[in-house]
């Protein structure tokens, strides 16, 4: 009977234990009941996704209402994986965020914490799951004001005014949105996706659709952090709690990005917004430009955590640029990056977490010799780093094999070799964390920094060394980025 | 008490009635325009005048900040546990129309539950962020 | 349909256009949330128009009334009204946190003292 109420449980779950989690008073006890939600949520999306590999899609109508009327839950391999991906980010983070917690965050806040974190995760994983436009609006905003609540509880005040910035780009993304949806509803009738996707090629050539398919790109491009819209990521990332910086590069982008390929591919259709629309050209330009001028500020960065978020808008870049090409390889190289950069970016980031427990500090300078007193959690920092640039073995070079692969596949060979250029300048900022941290000479020797406790350790590995093994056995992965990149360009793969 | 004696006089006679009306929007809410958000906020419009006239310290005796965030919790758990028990009866979440013996009287329970939850949770939300903002600086 | 014909959506760009104004030039931070509200206000607005037809009536069943018109849109912006007051109050709640961390609600005055660090 479980298995039949899947879809609805995925969301449910998290969302009711929020409410739970603020009743229970406890900090410990939210840690603990929040991490059992996270590990739940993460068996769940495991279940959906052999579900819908063995049996195809899965359709859920809320409240028993059956399709174009009611709210229908769809599941299908991109939502599956995007729903994988972000569970399983939680179920590793919530274990992680204990000792992280404890530390940053005043004892009388963590309960809301906790609750703020769960309707975080509700929100994502009902925009993965969703099949209705308008739902996907709702389910973006649960989520985007809870980030807002988390990132504002940084410790340094520029949190605040980093939240602030967010949240009036960030709502200014979502009206864009609802303006969208609303512009799509005035002409079908309809806001269920499939049923809009079915409905609009009568009506795809009034100015309205295009007025729409505007505000809806530009809408998703803001969420999603694609330059030049990125201004809010940086500060973001860099002033809130390591937990939630985890949580956020490792999903954030990613969900909005796949709501964006909801919109453009299931509902417009490829046809309609790479060929009526000039969709491909921008995203080209935007994806190139923002994965050079991202990772250029990245190298003159002096916060670790900056550069990081820096690097994170020029790895958006690639996963843009895939989806440009409008192919099945190019599109599947965006929905695999999507994958493996929430896993190279949540283990950087749990590392950079647990440096800044042992150390309080985030600048470069401050970590110099770093690597000899926390070997395990500098170790990880450098696979995780390996995995950004794209070597061989990690996951981040299966990334940029597919992405070449595409670009040389249309006989684009000069993207294919500024892909490789924008990979030498990941090896450039990479370097200079490397390099503070094993080559320098430590300011201060006496300093008693001792390698971090086990409970971070144990998470970030598990990223690490999720990296190393999605980087040899890409069987699943591109398997399923494959399958869902057929399935949104209508071809069969 | 011989600031505002008007004001605080007319309230008097006007907070009992408001939170009559906010219950009339509440419970006829499945037969006219109302529901629970309308009617959680009228709820709490009746609280917030209060606060204004009386203080805040008055008003917060009565709806202390701790019970306040347990019902607007509970108020969402009203509304799951609503979805989580139609599952549990056999049908999808949220379909009203299992929980009792036919379907229409069904869903006529679960639209009321449903917006008594959500009532709840609006209610308490809102005087949570009033009093929030105006206990900020004593 | 004159030019004025759908003048409902003149309204609605004339609000978005201000709010959207408003929240780009002012660099006081309160005067930029007002600013976002207008700006959905009129998205508000934008949605509620569209569900009105001419000659219809509340969409409640009532004998010799066949014209109603349609409360979906109605009920979506709901939803987005409650967003949007959401949204206000943690924007107003960061700004009253931002005016006791610096002691001011301007932009420019937070980034001076921000770069003096």
């Known amino acids: ?493 | ?138 | 349909m004159g030019i004025l014909g759908h003048y409902n959506y003149w309204i609605v760009i004339f609000l978005m256009m201000v709010g959207f104004y408003i929240v780009i030039s002012h660099g006081n931070l309160v005067k930029k949330i007002v600013g976002l509200n207008i700006f959905q206000a009129s998205v508000f607005i934008l949605y509620i128009s569209m569900g009105k037809i001419h000659g219809g009536t509340a969409p409640i069943v009532a004998e010799g009334v066949s014209r109603y018109s349609n409360p979906l849109p109605h009920v979506l912006i709901l939803t987005a009204i409650v967003v949007g007051v959401a949204t206000t109050a943690l924007g107003l709640a960061l700004v009253v946190r931002i005016n006791e961390a610096y002691g001011t609600v301007e932009e420019d005055e937070i980034h001076a003292k921000d770069s003096s660090l």
């Open chain 1, 1 to 493: 009977m479980i298995r039949q109420h899947l879809p609805a449980l995925q969301v449910i779950l998290p969302l009711l234990a929020a409410p739970t989690c603020l009743l229970l008073r406890r900090a410990g006890l939210a840690w603990l009941f929040a991490t059992v939600v996270g590990f739940a949520t993460f068996a769940i999306a495991i279940l959906l996704l052999r579900q819908v590999l063995s049996q195809g899609d899965i359709a859920y109508a809320m409240g028993g209402w059956s399709a174009p009327w009611g709210i229908q839950y769809y599941v299908d391999p991109v939502s599956a994986l995007v729903l994988l991906i972000v569970s399983g980010i939680s179920a590793v983070v919530l274990p992680y965020a204990a000792r992280s917690v404890a530390q940053e965050i005043p004892s009388e806040r963590r309960c809301v914490f906790y609750t703020l974190f769960l309707l975080c995760l509700a929100g994502m994983l009902g925009i993965a799951i969703t099949g209705d436009a308008f739902n996907l609006f709702v389910f973006l905003e649960i989520s985007s004001l809870s980030s807002y609540a988390l990132i504002s509880m940084g410790q340094d005040r520029r949190a605040l005014t980093s939240s602030y910035q967010y949240l009036i780009m960030g709502t200014i993304g979502a009206t864009f949105i609802l303006i969208g949806v609303g512009l799509l509803y005035v002409m079908t009738g309809t806001l269920n996706m499939q049923d809009l996707a079915q409905r609009l090629p009568a009506v795809a050539t009034t100015r309205t659709i295009h007025t729409a398919f505007a505000f809806l790109v530009v809408g998703l491009s803001l969420k999603l952090a694609l330059f030049p819209l990125h201004l809010w990521l940086p500060n973001a990332y860099t002033f809130a709690p390591s937990v939630v910086t985890t949580f956020l590069a490792a999903t954030a982008t990613k969900v909005a990005l796949y709501a964006l390929l909801r919109f453009v591919f299931t509902i417009f259709g490829a046809e309609y917004a790479f060929n009526t629309m000039p969709l491909g050209p921008t995203l080209l330009l935007l994806a190139l430009l923002g994965l050079f001028v991202a990772s250029a500020v990245a190298i003159f960065q002096e916060n670790i955590k900056r550069i990081l978020a820096y690097s994170s808008v020029a790895q958006i870049g690639y996963m843009i640029l895939g989806i440009s090409f409008a192919t099945v390889t190019g599109v599947s190289a965006g929905i695999l990056h999507l994958f493996n950069h929430a896993l190279m970016k949540g283990a950087l980031f749990m590392a950079v977490g647990a440096i800044f427990l042992r150390t309080g500090s985030m600048q470069l300078q401050h970590l110099a010799g770093i690597g000899r007193r926390m070997p395990w959690t500098m170790a990880a920092v450098v696979i995780g780093g390996l995995s950004l640039i794209g070597v061989p073995l990690t996951v981040g070079f299966i990334s940029k094999w597919y992405l070449i692969q595409a670009a040389l596949e249309r006989g684009w060979w000069p993207v294919a070799v500024l892909v490789l250029i924008g990979s030498l300048l990941a090896l450039v900022y990479v370097w200079r964390i490397l390099e503070a941290a094993y080559f320098d000479a430590p300011a201060k020797p006496d300093a008693h920094i001792k390698e971090a406790p086990l409970s971070l350790l144990i998470p970030t590995w598990a990223l690490v060394l999720a990296n190393i093994y999605f980087g040899i056995d890409t069987s699943l992965t591109v398997g399923v980025a494959r399958q869902a990149a057929g399935l949104l360009l209508g071809v069969q793969p």
């Open chain 2, 1 to 138: 008490m011989g600031k505002h004696l008007v004001l605080r006089l007319v309230a008097k006679i006007f907070i009992p009635l408001i939170l009559l009306f906010a219950l009339y929007v509440q419970f006829h809410g499945d037969y006219g325009p109302g529901g629970g958000f309308q009617a959680g906020v009228i709820f709490a419009a009746a609280f917030i005048l209060y606060a204004l006239l009386f203080g805040l310290d008055h008003a917060r005796t009565v709806m202390p900040p701790a019970l306040l965030q347990t019902v607007a919790a509970l108020g969402v758990l009203l509304y799951g546990g609503v979805g989580v028990a139609s599952m549990l009866l056999g049908g999808n979440y949220l379909d009203y129309s299992v929980l009792a013996e036919d379907p229409v009287h069904g869903q006529h329970l679960g639209i009321l539950l449903i917006e008594l939850g959500v009532g709840l949770t609006v209610a308490s939300v809102m005087m949570v962020i009033f009093f929030t903002f105006t206990g900020r600086r004593g």
